[in-house]
Protein backbone atom coordinates (compact mmCIF):
# COMPACT_ATOMS: atom_id res chain seq x y z
CA UNK A 1 0.00 0.00 0.00
CA UNK A 2 2.70 2.06 1.00
CA UNK A 3 4.55 1.23 -1.77
CA UNK A 4 2.44 2.27 -4.33
CA UNK A 5 1.70 5.88 -3.08
CA UNK A 6 5.02 6.25 -2.93
CA UNK A 7 5.07 5.34 -6.78
CA UNK A 8 2.55 7.39 -7.46
CA UNK A 9 3.98 10.29 -5.82
CA UNK A 10 7.18 9.59 -7.89
CA UNK A 11 5.36 9.20 -10.83
CA UNK A 12 3.18 12.36 -9.77
CA UNK A 13 6.82 14.40 -9.83
CA UNK A 14 8.31 13.15 -13.12
CA UNK A 15 5.33 14.62 -14.41
CA UNK A 16 5.26 17.93 -12.81
CA UNK A 17 9.40 17.98 -13.41
CA UNK A 18 8.70 17.26 -17.37
CA UNK A 19 5.88 19.83 -17.83
CA UNK A 20 8.06 22.64 -15.52
CA UNK A 21 11.35 21.57 -18.31
CA UNK A 22 8.54 22.54 -21.91
CA UNK A 23 7.61 25.63 -20.28
CA UNK A 24 11.00 26.85 -19.06
CA UNK A 25 12.44 25.61 -22.75
CA UNK A 26 9.38 27.41 -24.42
CA UNK A 27 9.61 30.45 -22.70
CA UNK A 28 13.54 30.64 -23.39
CA UNK A 29 13.08 29.83 -26.97
CA UNK A 30 10.20 33.11 -27.17
CA UNK A 31 13.06 35.06 -24.97
CA UNK A 32 15.77 34.57 -27.46
CA UNK A 33 14.55 34.39 -30.58
CA UNK A 34 11.51 36.46 -30.50
CA UNK A 35 11.91 39.45 -33.17
CA UNK A 36 14.90 37.62 -34.81
CA UNK A 37 15.45 36.21 -38.05
CA UNK A 38 15.64 32.39 -38.25
CA UNK A 39 16.88 32.61 -41.38
CA UNK A 40 20.17 34.45 -40.89
CA UNK A 41 20.64 32.19 -37.67
CA UNK A 42 20.22 29.15 -39.28
CA UNK A 43 22.74 30.38 -42.82
CA UNK A 44 25.30 31.29 -40.72
CA UNK A 45 25.20 27.69 -38.34
CA UNK A 46 24.80 26.10 -41.96
CA UNK A 47 28.02 28.14 -42.81
CA UNK A 48 30.37 27.09 -39.71
CA UNK A 49 32.95 24.46 -40.29
CA UNK A 50 31.82 21.00 -39.30
CA UNK A 51 35.31 19.45 -38.76
CA UNK A 52 35.02 22.33 -35.27
CA UNK A 53 32.03 20.61 -34.15
CA UNK A 54 33.33 17.01 -34.14
CA UNK A 55 36.11 18.07 -30.99
CA UNK A 56 32.76 19.82 -29.42
CA UNK A 57 30.81 16.59 -29.33
CA UNK A 58 33.70 14.63 -28.26
CA UNK A 59 34.32 17.36 -25.04
CA UNK A 60 30.11 16.26 -24.29
CA UNK A 61 31.39 12.70 -24.30
CA UNK A 62 34.52 12.83 -21.98
CA UNK A 63 32.04 15.12 -19.77
CA UNK A 64 29.71 12.16 -19.42
CA UNK A 65 32.30 9.58 -19.65
CA UNK A 66 33.95 11.29 -16.71
CA UNK A 67 31.48 10.59 -13.80
CA UNK A 68 31.19 7.09 -15.21
CA UNK A 69 35.13 6.63 -14.39
CA UNK A 70 34.42 8.20 -10.78
CA UNK A 71 31.46 5.80 -9.56
CA UNK A 72 33.99 2.81 -10.83
CA UNK A 73 36.47 3.97 -9.48
CA UNK A 74 34.99 4.29 -6.01
CA UNK A 75 33.27 1.73 -6.57
CA UNK A 76 36.39 -0.68 -6.95
CA UNK A 77 37.21 1.20 -3.56
CA UNK A 78 34.60 -0.40 -2.28
CA UNK A 79 35.40 -3.94 -3.10
CA UNK A 80 32.55 -3.83 -6.03
CA UNK A 81 33.44 -4.30 -9.23
CA UNK A 82 30.85 -2.64 -11.79
CA UNK A 83 31.44 -3.09 -14.96
CA UNK A 84 32.85 0.24 -17.01
CA UNK A 85 29.88 0.18 -19.44
CA UNK A 86 27.47 0.19 -16.42
CA UNK A 87 29.18 2.63 -15.06
CA UNK A 88 28.54 4.67 -17.97
CA UNK A 89 24.73 4.36 -18.39
CA UNK A 90 24.57 5.17 -14.66
CA UNK A 91 25.98 8.21 -15.17
CA UNK A 92 23.98 8.54 -18.68
CA UNK A 93 20.84 8.31 -16.08
CA UNK A 94 22.31 10.56 -13.81
CA UNK A 95 23.20 13.26 -16.57
CA UNK A 96 19.47 13.07 -18.07
CA UNK A 97 17.38 13.08 -14.75
CA UNK A 98 19.74 16.29 -13.93
CA UNK A 99 18.96 18.09 -16.86
CA UNK A 100 15.41 18.16 -16.74
CA UNK A 101 14.52 18.49 -13.11
CA UNK A 102 14.97 21.85 -10.83
CA UNK A 103 18.70 22.33 -9.15
CA UNK A 104 19.72 18.55 -10.85
CA UNK A 105 17.16 16.87 -8.09
CA UNK A 106 16.72 14.30 -10.17
CA UNK A 107 20.24 12.73 -11.22
CA UNK A 108 20.76 11.06 -7.64
CA UNK A 109 17.78 9.75 -6.75
CA UNK A 110 17.43 7.64 -10.13
CA UNK A 111 21.67 6.89 -10.30
CA UNK A 112 20.51 4.96 -6.94
CA UNK A 113 17.58 3.50 -8.17
CA UNK A 114 19.61 1.69 -11.38
CA UNK A 115 22.44 0.82 -8.69
CA UNK A 116 19.57 -1.19 -6.94
CA UNK A 117 18.82 -3.38 -9.78
CA UNK A 118 22.74 -4.20 -9.66
CA UNK A 119 21.97 -4.90 -5.87
CA UNK A 120 24.34 -2.60 -4.61
CA UNK A 121 23.53 -1.88 -0.94
CA UNK A 122 21.82 1.75 -0.80
CA UNK A 123 24.25 3.23 2.22
CA UNK A 124 27.26 2.55 -0.45
CA UNK A 125 25.63 3.78 -3.44
CA UNK A 126 24.27 7.15 -1.55
CA UNK A 127 27.69 7.58 -0.06
CA UNK A 128 29.72 7.66 -3.17
CA UNK A 129 26.62 9.61 -4.94
CA UNK A 130 27.30 12.43 -2.27
CA UNK A 131 30.79 12.53 -2.43
CA UNK A 132 30.39 12.77 -6.00
CA UNK A 133 28.53 16.56 -5.88
CA UNK A 134 30.20 17.69 -2.83
CA UNK A 135 33.45 17.08 -4.83
CA UNK A 136 31.79 18.45 -8.29
CA UNK A 137 30.30 21.66 -5.83
CA UNK A 138 33.90 21.77 -4.84
CA UNK A 139 35.21 21.86 -8.20
CA UNK A 140 33.14 24.68 -9.10
CA UNK A 141 33.99 26.82 -6.02
CA UNK A 142 37.51 26.75 -6.71
CA UNK A 143 36.65 27.78 -10.16
CA UNK A 144 34.81 30.62 -9.32
CA UNK A 145 37.12 32.00 -6.61
CA UNK A 146 40.13 31.22 -8.87
CA UNK A 147 38.63 34.00 -11.06
CA UNK A 148 37.66 36.57 -8.26
CA UNK A 149 41.00 36.42 -6.97
CA UNK A 150 43.37 35.93 -10.27
CA UNK A 151 40.81 37.99 -13.09
CA UNK A 152 38.71 40.06 -11.43
CA UNK A 153 39.63 43.27 -13.74
CA UNK A 154 38.61 40.59 -16.41
CA UNK A 155 35.20 39.90 -14.90
CA UNK A 156 34.26 43.95 -14.48
CA UNK A 157 35.49 43.82 -18.68
CA UNK A 158 33.24 40.96 -19.55
CA UNK A 159 30.12 40.80 -16.95
CA UNK A 160 29.59 44.34 -16.16
CA UNK A 161 26.15 44.99 -15.03
CA UNK A 162 25.30 41.17 -14.80
CA UNK A 163 28.40 41.27 -12.07
CA UNK A 164 26.03 40.77 -8.89
CA UNK A 165 24.58 36.91 -11.07
CA UNK A 166 28.27 35.68 -10.68
CA UNK A 167 28.69 36.44 -7.05
CA UNK A 168 25.54 35.25 -6.27
CA UNK A 169 26.24 31.68 -7.67
CA UNK A 170 29.17 31.69 -5.94
CA UNK A 171 28.06 32.46 -3.04
CA UNK A 172 25.08 30.25 -3.07
CA UNK A 173 27.94 27.31 -3.85
CA UNK A 174 29.60 28.56 -0.91
CA UNK A 175 27.10 28.10 1.33
CA UNK A 176 25.80 24.48 -0.57
CA UNK A 177 29.47 22.69 -0.22
CA UNK A 178 29.83 24.61 3.77
CA UNK A 179 26.98 22.90 4.59
CA UNK A 180 27.87 19.66 2.86
CA UNK A 181 30.95 19.74 4.79
CA UNK A 182 29.38 20.51 8.22
CA UNK A 183 26.80 17.35 7.81
CA UNK A 184 29.64 15.13 6.94
CA UNK A 185 32.53 16.29 9.24
CA UNK A 186 30.28 17.54 12.22
CA UNK A 187 27.40 15.58 12.06
CA UNK A 188 26.52 16.45 15.67
CA UNK A 189 26.02 20.16 15.08
CA UNK A 190 24.33 19.17 11.81
CA UNK A 191 21.99 17.01 13.63
CA UNK A 192 21.42 19.89 16.18
CA UNK A 193 20.60 22.37 13.64
CA UNK A 194 18.43 20.04 11.05
CA UNK A 195 16.45 19.46 14.88
CA UNK A 196 16.33 23.24 16.20
CA UNK A 197 15.01 24.10 12.44
CA UNK A 198 12.77 21.20 11.81
CA UNK A 199 10.86 22.76 15.39
CA UNK A 200 11.43 26.67 14.23
CA UNK A 201 9.19 25.09 10.91
CA UNK A 202 6.74 23.06 12.53
CA UNK A 203 5.85 26.40 15.42
CA UNK A 204 5.92 28.93 12.50
CA UNK A 205 3.15 26.20 10.34
CA UNK A 206 5.63 26.20 7.65
CA UNK A 207 5.70 22.76 8.38
CA UNK A 208 2.68 20.32 8.97
CA UNK A 209 3.48 17.92 11.96
CA UNK A 210 4.09 14.34 10.81
CA UNK A 211 4.62 11.48 13.20
CA UNK A 212 8.23 10.23 12.77
CA UNK A 213 9.50 12.78 10.38
CA UNK A 214 11.99 13.73 13.03
CA UNK A 215 13.41 10.32 13.45
CA UNK A 216 13.58 9.61 9.79
CA UNK A 217 15.59 12.59 9.76
CA UNK A 218 18.27 11.94 12.63
CA UNK A 219 18.48 8.43 11.13
CA UNK A 220 19.61 10.16 7.49
CA UNK A 221 22.31 11.97 9.51
CA UNK A 222 24.04 8.36 9.86
CA UNK A 223 25.04 8.27 6.10
CA UNK A 224 27.31 11.51 6.13
CA UNK A 225 29.02 9.75 9.08
CA UNK A 226 29.86 6.89 6.59
CA UNK A 227 30.90 9.39 4.26
CA UNK A 228 33.14 11.50 6.49
CA UNK A 229 34.79 7.89 7.31
CA UNK A 230 35.19 7.22 3.60
CA UNK A 231 36.46 10.28 3.02
CA UNK A 232 39.21 10.05 6.15
CA UNK A 233 39.96 6.34 4.48
CA UNK A 234 40.66 7.51 0.81
CA UNK A 235 42.26 10.69 0.88
CA UNK A 236 44.48 10.48 -2.20
CA UNK A 237 40.92 8.77 -4.18
CA UNK A 238 39.55 12.32 -2.88
CA UNK A 239 42.11 14.30 -5.19
CA UNK A 240 42.22 11.87 -7.64
CA UNK A 241 38.01 12.33 -7.84
CA UNK A 242 39.10 16.25 -7.46
CA UNK A 243 41.12 16.36 -10.22
CA UNK A 244 39.04 14.14 -12.75
CA UNK A 245 36.31 16.09 -12.13
CA UNK A 246 38.26 19.13 -12.86
CA UNK A 247 39.02 17.96 -16.06
CA UNK A 248 35.45 16.98 -16.68
CA UNK A 249 34.44 20.28 -16.03
CA UNK A 250 37.07 22.17 -18.23
CA UNK A 251 35.74 19.69 -21.40
CA UNK A 252 32.84 20.76 -21.13
CA UNK A 253 33.62 24.47 -20.84
CA UNK A 254 35.71 24.18 -24.16
CA UNK A 255 32.54 23.26 -26.25
CA UNK A 256 32.33 27.24 -26.79
CA UNK A 257 36.20 27.46 -28.10
CA UNK A 258 35.25 24.78 -30.49
CA UNK A 259 31.72 26.69 -31.79
CA UNK A 260 34.02 29.96 -32.15
CA UNK A 261 36.72 28.69 -33.82
CA UNK A 262 33.68 26.85 -36.15
CA UNK A 263 33.12 30.50 -37.23
CA UNK A 264 36.17 31.35 -38.31
CA UNK A 265 36.40 33.54 -35.55
CA UNK A 266 40.01 34.86 -34.24
CA UNK A 267 40.98 37.10 -31.62
CA UNK A 268 39.96 35.78 -28.27
CA UNK A 269 42.53 33.50 -26.68
CA UNK A 270 41.31 30.16 -25.58
CA UNK A 271 41.44 30.08 -21.91
CA UNK A 272 39.43 33.65 -22.19
CA UNK A 273 36.74 31.63 -24.08
CA UNK A 274 36.75 28.72 -21.09
CA UNK A 275 36.77 31.11 -18.75
CA UNK A 276 33.67 33.09 -19.69
CA UNK A 277 31.79 29.65 -19.75
CA UNK A 278 32.99 28.88 -16.84
CA UNK A 279 31.39 31.83 -15.39
CA UNK A 280 28.05 30.93 -16.44
CA UNK A 281 28.31 27.48 -14.92
CA UNK A 282 28.88 29.05 -11.48
CA UNK A 283 26.35 31.70 -11.77
CA UNK A 284 23.41 29.53 -12.71
CA UNK A 285 24.55 25.96 -10.90
CA UNK A 286 22.56 26.93 -7.91
CA UNK A 287 19.38 28.25 -9.77
CA UNK A 288 15.68 26.39 -9.52
CA UNK A 289 15.74 25.91 -13.16
CA UNK A 290 16.78 22.82 -15.68
CA UNK A 291 19.64 23.10 -16.74
CA UNK A 292 19.76 26.66 -15.63
CA UNK A 293 17.44 27.31 -18.98
CA UNK A 294 16.71 30.63 -19.77
CA UNK A 295 19.58 32.44 -17.55
CA UNK A 296 22.11 30.70 -18.99
CA UNK A 297 21.06 32.10 -22.63
CA UNK A 298 20.39 35.64 -21.18
CA UNK A 299 23.93 35.36 -19.52
CA UNK A 300 25.66 34.00 -22.67
CA UNK A 301 24.10 36.97 -24.78
CA UNK A 302 25.34 39.80 -22.49
CA UNK A 303 28.66 38.20 -20.89
CA UNK A 304 30.27 36.60 -24.94
CA UNK A 305 28.76 39.58 -27.08
CA UNK A 306 31.92 41.49 -27.78
CA UNK A 307 33.77 37.84 -28.56
CA UNK A 308 31.10 36.71 -31.11
CA UNK A 309 30.13 40.09 -32.10
CA UNK A 310 27.03 39.41 -35.02
CA UNK A 311 27.66 35.85 -35.12
CA UNK A 312 26.61 36.41 -31.06
CA UNK A 313 23.21 34.77 -31.90
CA UNK A 314 24.01 31.47 -33.86
CA UNK A 315 27.02 31.30 -31.34
CA UNK A 316 24.37 30.84 -28.68
CA UNK A 317 22.69 28.01 -30.35
CA UNK A 318 25.34 26.00 -31.36
CA UNK A 319 27.32 26.56 -28.06
CA UNK A 320 24.23 26.12 -26.03
CA UNK A 321 23.07 23.38 -28.49
CA UNK A 322 26.11 21.08 -28.02
CA UNK A 323 26.97 21.69 -24.37
CA UNK A 324 23.58 21.65 -22.92
CA UNK A 325 21.03 20.33 -25.11
CA UNK A 326 23.53 17.16 -27.07
CA UNK A 327 24.23 16.04 -23.52
CA UNK A 328 20.29 15.76 -23.03
CA UNK A 329 19.90 14.00 -26.06
CA UNK A 330 22.76 11.58 -25.66
CA UNK A 331 22.67 10.96 -21.93
CA UNK A 332 18.68 10.33 -22.90
CA UNK A 333 19.65 7.77 -25.37
CA UNK A 334 21.89 6.07 -23.26
CA UNK A 335 18.99 6.27 -20.44
CA UNK A 336 16.90 4.64 -22.72
CA UNK A 337 19.54 1.86 -22.94
CA UNK A 338 19.99 1.71 -19.63
CA UNK A 339 16.48 0.90 -18.99
CA UNK A 340 16.71 -2.22 -21.44
CA UNK A 341 19.91 -3.52 -20.01
CA UNK A 342 19.75 -3.06 -16.52
CA UNK A 343 16.03 -4.58 -17.12
CA UNK A 344 17.64 -7.84 -19.11
CA UNK A 345 20.32 -8.23 -16.05
CA UNK A 346 17.65 -8.21 -13.53
CA UNK A 347 15.17 -10.63 -14.89
CA UNK A 348 18.49 -12.78 -15.88
CA UNK A 349 19.60 -12.48 -12.00
CA UNK A 350 15.58 -13.62 -10.82
CA UNK A 351 15.90 -16.60 -13.36
CA UNK A 352 19.20 -17.38 -12.02
CA UNK A 353 18.02 -17.29 -8.46
CA UNK A 354 14.82 -19.28 -9.28
CA UNK A 355 17.14 -21.96 -11.41
CA UNK A 356 18.07 -24.16 -8.51
CA UNK A 357 14.32 -24.47 -6.78
CA UNK A 358 13.22 -25.63 -10.29
CA UNK A 359 15.75 -28.29 -10.47
CA UNK A 360 15.12 -29.88 -6.73
CA UNK A 361 11.21 -29.35 -7.75
CA UNK A 362 12.41 -31.63 -10.71
CA UNK A 363 14.05 -34.05 -8.98
CA UNK A 364 11.39 -34.29 -6.55
CA UNK A 365 9.32 -35.11 -9.45
CA UNK A 366 10.59 -37.45 -10.41
CA UNK A 367 11.33 -39.53 -7.13
CA UNK A 368 7.66 -39.48 -6.77
CA UNK A 369 6.91 -40.69 -10.34
Known amino acids: ?35 EDIGDINEAIHQSRIQWLFPAIICVLVFIWGESIIIWYMMRSC ?41 IPIPVSTVILMIV ?36 GLGLNIFCVTFMMILVFH ?56 LITFGQRIALFTVTYFVYRAFSLTGTPMITLITLQAVIAVSVDMLPLP ?29 RGLGYYSELLISALFTLVAVVVFGRRERAARAHAAAPNLSEDEEICKKVG
Do not use: W
Not at 8 to 16: E, F, T, W, Y
Open 1 to 35: MQEGKENRKSRKKIILNTLLFFVVFGLTLYGVFYG
Open 133 to 168: TIIYKLVLVAIGLGIVLFARGFLNTYLGDVLFIFYL
Open 291 to 319: GGMGISETLFLIIFAPVFGELLLPGMVLS
Open 187 to 242: PFLAKRIMTLGHTILEKLHLLRKKEGRLAKLEASMDMYNDTAAYIRQHPMLMLNVF
Open 79 to 119: GIHLKERLCFLVSSVGFFFSCVTPSASGGQPMQIYFMKKEK
